[in-house]
């Protein structure tokens, strides 16, 4: 129900935008989010979107990462732009009835993620 796309291998300072399309639930009811999980890390927060677009951002990526949504066409990205090493993962997009949240625990719908890897 939730299909990612736009990942991908940049260079360091380069940008992506990563896409989310959402299907089967009524979207608009729904607050999105991206979480990242390097490998041997765990899955952490990066940014969330309420229904009616109040933005929230992981210390980290604050200030270079834009999260957005569509709700006509049922979509919510990520723009990415200065990216560092240390962003490198996979992005799973998530969504979760109600009240937006940073915990990974609290959604109830996830995508598959979608590989980000910035070289030096």
């Known amino acids: 129900q939730l299909q990612p796309s736009g990942g991908g291998l940049v260079q360091v300072g380069g940008s992506l935008r990563l896409s989310c399309a959402a299907s089967g639930v009524t979207f608009s009811n729904y607050a999105m989010g991206w979480f990242r999980q390097a490998p041997g890390n765990e899955r952490e927060f990066v940014s969330h979107?309420?229904?009616?677009?109040?933005?929230y951002y992981a210390h980290s990526v604050k200030g270079r990462f834009t999260i957005s949504r569509d709700n006509a066409k049922n979509m919510v990205y990520l723009q990415m732009n200065s990216l560092k090493p240390e962003d490198t993962a996979v992005y799973y997009c998530a969504a979760k009835r109600g009240l937006t949240s940073t915990r990974a625990a609290s959604y109830d719908y996830w995508g598959q993620g979608t590989l980000v890897t910035v070289s030096s």
């Open positions: 979107i309420s229904w009616d677009r109040t933005t």
